[in-house]
């Protein structure tokens, strides 16, 4: 250790060096996060994942590891100031410079998302202005730290936190764009979009307000307004805004002033002359053919910069371009590289890979301990509190924000007679992983509530549920239409097929569907609910005429008025009030067992459905979750969700559920890439 920083919310930060002298930022947690077993468990899974992370723009992971007690990780050691302290001290960026920013943060958010992480806590204090330009740093430990949101305060909060992270989801690369999108706006104004005075208001705007962005135009301002989409499915990725921005010509206001910055590497200044730069010195990678980097002069303008590369880059993905720009030139970077692109440029061939550059005279790269100098000012004239520091609990409670409307449309039951094979989860589309808030008046993005992830993940087919009674894979088995008959007849089609499995089939379909009944164990109770009681059963368990199903159904349950017939029986003068049949009450639960493969699911639906009679239930977490009700009232043929909060690293929930003496336990595998 050769000196202290500077400390933030989660930890101190100490200038180090390595035994081969190389200069290092050491990030020493606070010992309350340490001693937690879930943020060590889950720092493990984000920083191997963060060591994956290379490229330009980005302070590469090096090691890291516990010092009594307490977690670490080393970086590499940036020189610079934050984009935070640069626009406190030096004011608002615009032009070349805030194009500069934008590119190059979105490069290294590419990187970041890319190698299957996601920052989790971006904003103008993990951007580190130097001289080699913008540098992300801190991308390992957002996503482990920022549990106070997932556990319903705002203590982690930002100015740049995205709504879905905010309503409790861990945030993924999504929740990265919109904090990029507001950092920019940061840049640009010196403000956040959506303010950054109190918490309670800041979190309101987020949720309900409309981002002042009149400091933007053209490109920039699209890519901007594109990012804040409230739902995160609609934000476009770094690697597409990349592309984006990078194929255009700088509009009004974005125009890069010649010759005033010297760009981001160390050379002679930027001209309009074509391109990022031809500069011949390889950077980070080991590219072989010289190219274009963002050292020298020229940048932005029209010219070869943007064009081709020549080669795959198989460490960011094969990409979807062979260049934006409309020169002829090498583009940004060229030949192929397994590792980070291709020498100076940008990145190699359709991908993004590679490497700022080190400008004309760049050359190999050298290490930081050659290259930097620490510190580049006394700690001390750094600002105190970046507006990104939120801290201390506010009196706000993110729960409200899921309490919708408990009560979902009952699916069809077709499927719950046979039930589908036990089957993995798969990862649920990117909109139901982050269903969103809707706050009062907001339609423009979905609800978090049962409804929503349910009726997502239902529709479409990958369900992240083992062996549970789905009609997914039925044909037509959506949301039924929200007409009462309709209703009513789904109703009665659930109570037969609960009969039907009580009567013969719950054997074979035990491992999907959980039944609870008054007698306990749903296998133990099938055969007793087959044959029709002799005497009208308990009130709770005796479905309304309307609700019991037709006589005439053909159910595999016995019914006299079918199984003896009574051909010669003249028919009553009077019609007969059709024979009630009572049917215990059932609380379904499902899916009794959930396997969860992404990482960025922090929460599932769970639905209770009551086809019988009407149930009162309890739910009891016996191991690590949080349930958004833990007891309720199902009416008859009714259903309901709720939702089970857990943590996406590799951990298990259990929870039980009982109703009138039964009970049954759902175990959540709560995954990960990585698990
Ligand atoms: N890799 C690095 N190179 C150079 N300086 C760094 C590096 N990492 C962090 N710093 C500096 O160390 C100081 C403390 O960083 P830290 O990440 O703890 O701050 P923070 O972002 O305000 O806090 P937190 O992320 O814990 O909420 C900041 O001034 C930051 O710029």
Redesign the pocket.
């Known amino acids: 250790m050769t000196g202290r920083?500077?400390?933030?919310?989660?930890?101190v930060?100490y200038a180090a060096e390595t035994e081969t002298g190389a200069r290092v930022?050491v990030?020493l947690l606070h010992r309350r996060f340490s001693e937690e077993e879930q943020v060590r468990r889950s720092f493990g899974v984000e920083l191997r994942r963060a060591q994956r992370v290379t490229g330009p723009g980005v302070?590469r992971v090096l090691a890291y590891g516990m010092h009594d007690k307490r977690l670490y990780y080393a970086?590499?050691?940036?020189d610079g100031s934050?984009l935070w302290e640069v626009v406190e001290r030096k004011g608002r960026r615009s032009g070349d410079a805030l194009i500069e920013i934008a590119l190059g943060t979105l490069t290294a958010l590419t990187a970041i998302h890319q190698a299957g992480a996601a920052h989790g806590?971006f904003g103008p204090?993990?951007v580190?202005l130097g001289p080699q330009g913008p540098q992300v740093?801190?991308f390992a430990v957002g996503r482990v730290l920022d549990r106070p949101l997932a556990a319903g305060g705002f203590a982690g909060a930002s100015p740049f936190t995205a709504p879905e992270h905010l309503a409790g989801t861990i945030p993924g690369p999504e929740s990265d764009m919109f904090a990029w999108a507001g950092t920019i706006v940061y840049a640009a104004t010196g403000r956040a979009p959506f303010g950054q005075d109190s918490v309670p208001a800041v979190v309101n705007r987020i949720l309900n307000g409309v981002p002042d962005l009149s400091a933007l135009s053209g490109t920039l301002l699209d890519a901007v307004t594109a990012c804040l989409d409230r739902n995160p499915a609609r934000r476009p990725a770094a690697r597409e805004l990349l592309a984006r921005l990078e194929g255009v010509e700088p509009g009004p206001g974005l125009t890069p002033s010649p010759g005033a910055d010297p760009g981001f590497g160390p050379g002679p200044g930027r001209t309009p002359s074509p391109g990022f730069g031809p500069g011949p010195g390889p950077d980070l990678g080991p590219g072989t053919v010289p190219g274009p980097n963002l050292g020298p002069g020229p940048n932005l303008g029209p010219g070869p910069g943007f064009g081709p590369g020549a080669g795959p880059d198989p460490n960011l993905g094969p990409g979807s371009r062979a260049g934006s720009g409309a020169g002829s030139g090498p583009g940004r970077g060229a030949g192929p590289d397994p590792g980070h692109g291709t020498g100076p440029g940008y990145g190699s061939g359709p991908g993004y890979g590679s490497g700022f550059g080190g400008g004309p005279g760049g050359g190999p790269r050298v290490p930081p301990s050659e290259t930097r100098a620490w510190p580049p000012e006394p700690p001390a004239a750094?600002p105190a509190a970046?507006p990104q520091?939120y801290s201390g609990p506010i009196p706000l409670s993110s729960r409200p924000l899921w309490h919708g409307s408990e009560e979902v449309p009952p699916p069809q039951a077709g499927p719950a007679a046979s039930p589908p094979p036990a089957a993995e989860t798969t990862v649920p589309p990117a909109e139901a992983r982050h269903a969103v808030p809707s706050p009062a008046g907001g339609a423009a993005f979905p609800r978090p509530d049962g409804d929503r992830l349910s009726s997502a993940a239902e529709a479409t087919g990958p369900i992240p549920v083992l062996g549970a009674d789905r009609p997914s894979t039925t044909p037509g088995s959506g949301l039924p239409p929200a007409s009462a008959g309709g209703d009513r007849q789904r109703r009665h089609r659930r109570t037969r097929v609960i009969v039907a499995v009580a009567g013969g089939l719950a054997l074979a379909s035990a491992a999907a569907i959980v039944a609870i009944t008054s007698g306990g164990d749903p296998q133990q109770q099938a055969p007793e609910a087959a044959p029709p009681p002799p005497a009208p059963a308990q009130s709770l368990a005796t479905p309304s005429a309307a609700e019991s199903p037709p006589l005439t159904d053909p159910t595999p349950v016995p019914s006299p008025s079918r199984t003896t017939p009574e051909p010669t029986k003249t028919p009553e003068p009077t019609p007969k009030a059709p024979p009630t049949r009572a049917v215990k009450p059932v609380l379904m639960v499902s899916p009794a067992r959930i396997r969860i493969r992404s990482d960025y699911i922090s929460y599932v639906n769970i639905k209770l459905r009551a086809p019988g009679g009407a149930v009162r239930w309890r739910a009891t977490i016996t191991e690590g979750s949080v349930l958004s009700s833990s007891k309720g009232h199902i009416r008859a043929g009714s259903s309901a969700t709720i939702t089970a909060y857990g943590t996406p690293y590799c951990s298990t929930s259990k929870v039980r559920f009982t109703s009138n003496g039964g009970s049954r336990t759902v175990t959540i595998m709560w995954g990960g890439i990585l698990c």
């Open positions: 920083i500077g400390e933030g919310g989660h930890g930060v930022a990030k302070a970086s590499e050691l940036v934050s806590d204090s993990s580190l740093i801190d750094r970046p520091a």
